[in-house]
Each structure stands twice: as C-alpha cells, then as structure tokens.
C-alpha cells in the first residue's frame, strides 16, 4: 500500500510561485507513473502534469505549460510541482497520485486521476488577484 503526503500550498499573489511536494511511502516508487490533479470548487478534477517511471517524459495541460514544472527524486521517493506565474484559474485543491501499472500497460502516463490507484488528501493552493 502506498500512501502519499502533500505539502507546499498556501496563499499566494498572481504572479507568484509555490513548490509542491509529494512524500511517498509504503513502496520504490521508482516503477511507478506519479502525477498531479487539481480540483476547484464546483469544478471537476483535471490533470496538471504527469511524469513517467524514470522521468524522462513529461506531460502538462496547456493552460500551465511554460509555468509549472514537474519532477520526481525516486532516490528520496518523492514528486514535485514547481509552478510560476500562478493566476487566480490555479486556485484549487492540488492531489498527487501514483499508479504502478499504467506505463506497462500505455506507454505512458497520461491517463485520467480515475485511473491512478493511490492519491493524497491534497493541499490547497489559492491565488489572489
């Protein structure tokens, strides 16, 4: 069983930077597809970034592309978002997720948070404009 604990949101101004962590325990995550989803009120989960087992290939909706970066540290079992330029549209609630079976399967990561078997509780990231 993998757990997984976000941490690094908070409160910030339009045109800030936050830097999320994913601390992942319970397994080697180095075979494992990670991602991060985010949530809005009213709004349904979508996915931000994902990253592949040995984090070579990335993926990023276009509404973040050139401002959040993702990464992972599979030594210390641990993913990441970097974002900047963060506008008020980032508000939401952040989720990492990890799936150790999807990048056999696909070829890749890119694939819907109902798909990724284990997720955090989430930490909340509001911008203010």
């Known amino acids: 069983q993998v757990q997984l604990v976000e941490s690094g949101g908070g409160s910030v101004q339009s045109g800030g930077s936050l830097r999320l962590s994913c601390a992942a325990s319970g397994d080697i995550l180095n075979r494992y597809c990670m991602a991060w989803f985010r949530q809005a009120p009213g709004k349904e989960r979508e996915g931000v970034a994902t990253i592949n087992p040995d984090g070579g290939l990335t993926y990023y909706r276009n509404s973040v592309k050139g401002r959040f970066t993702i990464d992972r540290d599979n030594a210390k079992n641990f993913l990441y978002l970097q974002m900047n330029s963060l506008k008020p549209d980032d508000t939401a609630m952040y989720y990492c997720?990890?799936?150790?079976?999807?990048?056999?399967?696909?070829?890749?990561?890119?694939?819907?948070?109902?798909?990724?078997?284990?997720r955090g509780q989430g930490t909340q990231v509001t911008v203010s404009s």
């Open positions: 997720a990890a799936d150790s079976s999807l990048f056999w399967r696909y070829g890749n990561c890119r694939r819907a948070s109902d798909e990724y078997r284990y």
